[in-house]
């Protein structure tokens, strides 16, 4: 039984943040520290409609974390709210590829959100109401996306966030319609902002799109550990109440951020993350013990996600490991792996693998980080990996919870298992 008051408890500790939200990658600030040069560029770039002309196409480059997204919504904020003065009325649009990354959903959303502003300002327009995110001709979804667009004078900035997830996934005819659009509207003009952090993106994309897409190409460095601690130093103190800060926990956070590639979005997630852990334990500070334990986490965290879109057989290869760790107690190795993964296989109705298959699998699994397979010699036996995993075991059955192969009877494979 709950006791009366409990919340009431928690609501009178000392609070750590003031808002926790200022941490979080989905909050653009008012000003964004070293990114000057990259700003002042892009807005050059984008004065264009000011003076009534198109802007050119761009292609933004750069590791997660960089600034890139941040930066672009802050230019094209800036450039809407002066907009009004210019012949062109600015639009922005923003789609994240990693999650419309279809032909067909980029122009369904882009549709949309042309009918709705043309809704709201005109009576009657001889368009639908809406596209469906399925069901239609794609030629009939760009027919329609094109008239919406072409019903006001306007300057659309279409943001493709992860535009390289939208290229693998789909191909790049949707980049090649989009950069063509300003040869045929009449009323309105469009420019493609391209953001990606694959540095070798071009190289996927047709001549005549490459050509098109990167008028204009920005790239964004990576941050290093002082300029990580200003940002960090600028964030805490709109995000934390003053002085629950330990000395030392600032500078840890921008160090282990700038020893993984200058990205800012992780240094944010661990401060975030040391904080939550503080106000959980009901400790008044966040200390650099904190930090520690927030990096452990959040390790922890991204493995799960990388064990979570890997493809079935991998996840059969990762339970079979973890079954045979959780039943065994010393090392194990890639043939006890195959053992158990081919009976895994016969109960869930799925095909087996060669053992020199799985052995690669192994070996993928090992890059990510998720286990440590290291080889040794056996003698006369010839040479195995021997196996660790890196991953707490239920973190693992989280991560597959809803495969088929959870559903296996681990049981029998127990019994199976002593004869090992």
Not at 132 to 145: A, H, I, L, Q, R
Not at 371 to 382: D, E, H, L, M, N
Not at 395 to 400: L, P, T
Request: charged fraction near 30%; proline fraction near 4%.
């Amino acid at each position: 039984m709950v006791r009366e008051g409990l919340f009431s408890m928690l609501l009178e500790t000392r609070p750590i943040f003031k808002n926790r939200e200022f941490l979080r990658p989905s909050y653009t600030p008012e000003e964004l520290p070293h990114r000057d040069s990259q700003i002042h560029q892009l807005a050059r770039i984008l004065a264009a409609p000011l003076r009534g002309e198109t802007p050119s196409n761009i292609l933004i480059y750069g590791k997660t974390g960089t600034g890139k997204t941040a930066s672009v919504k802050y230019v094209t904020r800036e450039l809407e709210k002066v907009s009004d003065r210019s012949p062109l009325k600015v639009k922005l649009v923003y789609i994240n590829c990693e999650e419309v990354n279809t032909k067909y959903r980029i122009l369904a959303t882009l549709a949309n959100t042309f009918l709705e502003k043309l809704r709201c300002s005109r009576d009657a327009v001889e368009l639908p109401e809406s596209v469906p995110m399925t069901g239609w001709p794609t030629d009939e979804v760009y027919k329609c996306f094109f008239r919406a667009m072409d019903g006001e004078k306007q300057l659309a900035v279409i943001v493709l966030d992860e535009i390289d997830k939208l290229v693998l996934k789909s191909g790049d005819e949707v980049l090649y319609n989009l950069t063509r659009m300003n040869s045929d509207l009449k009323n309105s003009k469009v420019s493609i902002i391209g953001i990606s952090n694959d540095l070798n993106f071009m190289n996927y994309l047709d001549p005549r799109v490459r050509s098109s897409l990167s008028e204009e190409e920005l790239v964004f460095h990576p941050y290093n550990a002082l300029q990580l601690k200003d940002i960090l130093e600028k964030r805490a103190k709109i995000s934390f109440v003053d002085g629950v800060i330990e000395d030392g926990v600032i500078s840890l956070c921008a160090a282990n951020a700038a020893r993984e590639h200058g990205d800012a979005r992780r240094a944010l997630d661990l401060l975030r993350v040391a904080g939550e852990l503080a106000e959980r334990q009901g400790d008044e500070k966040v200390s650099v013990d904190h930090v520690r334990r927030a990096y452990e986490k959040i390790e922890q965290d991204k493995m799960v996600e990388v064990i979570k879109t890997l493809p079935s057989q991998s996840k059969l290869v990762l339970y079979s490991i973890v079954i045979l760790m959780e039943r065994m107690p010393r090392s194990i190795v890639s043939g006890e792996v195959y053992s158990v993964y081919r009976d895994l296989c016969s109960q869930a109705g799925l095909d087996v693998l060669t053992q020199r298959r799985v052995g690669d699998l192994i070996s993928e699994l090992d890059l990510l980080g998720v286990i440590s397979a290291k080889i040794v010699s056996k003698g006369r036996q010839g040479r195995t990996k021997e196996i660790k995993l890196n991953v707490h075991p239920t973190q693992v059955m989280a991560a597959i919870q809803g495969e088929q192969l959870v559903t296996i009877d681990t049981l029998k494979l127990s019994r199976q298992l002593t004869l090992v």
